[in-house]
């Protein structure tokens, strides 16, 4: 059974930084894909950040240059730092992770950006 848990959400004045911690139950190679995204409260779940099996990241054009993803691959675990943070990152943040067969999803954590 695969389990993604994600960490690291909190609550942060605007301008501060956070980092997402997505740990994976045994290894992250299985996954072709790992992904971070967010939704708040009657909107769809968007993408915010994923890197591929080749490390090459992706971001949203509105996390350009504030957020910075990352694999440890050692640790089995995938990283989300967020810098320069406005209110409106505030949302649920989601771990994802794409096998190529099935997509395996973590329980959300919270981040409350204030103004």
């Known amino acids: 059974q695969v389990q993604l848990v994600e960490s690291g959400g909190g609550l942060v004045q605007a301008g501060g930084s956070l980092r997402l911690s997505c740990a994976a139950s045994g290894s992250i190679f299985r996954f072709n894909f790992m992904g971070w995204y967010r939704q708040t409260p009657g909107k769809q779940r968007e993408f915010v950040a994923g890197?591929?099996?080749?490390?090459?990241?992706t971001y949203a054009d509105s996390v350009k240059g504030r957020f910075t993803i990352s694999r440890d691959n050692a640790n089995n675990t995938v990283y989300l730092q967020m810098n320069s943070l406005k209110p409106e990152d505030t949302a649920v943040y989601y771990c994802?992770?794409?096998?190529?067969?099935?997509?395996?999803w973590g329980q959300g954590t919270q981040v409350t950006v204030s103004s």
């Open positions: 994802k992770g794409n096998t190529g067969i099935t997509s395996y």
């Open positions: 890197i591929g099996s080749g490390d090459i990241p």
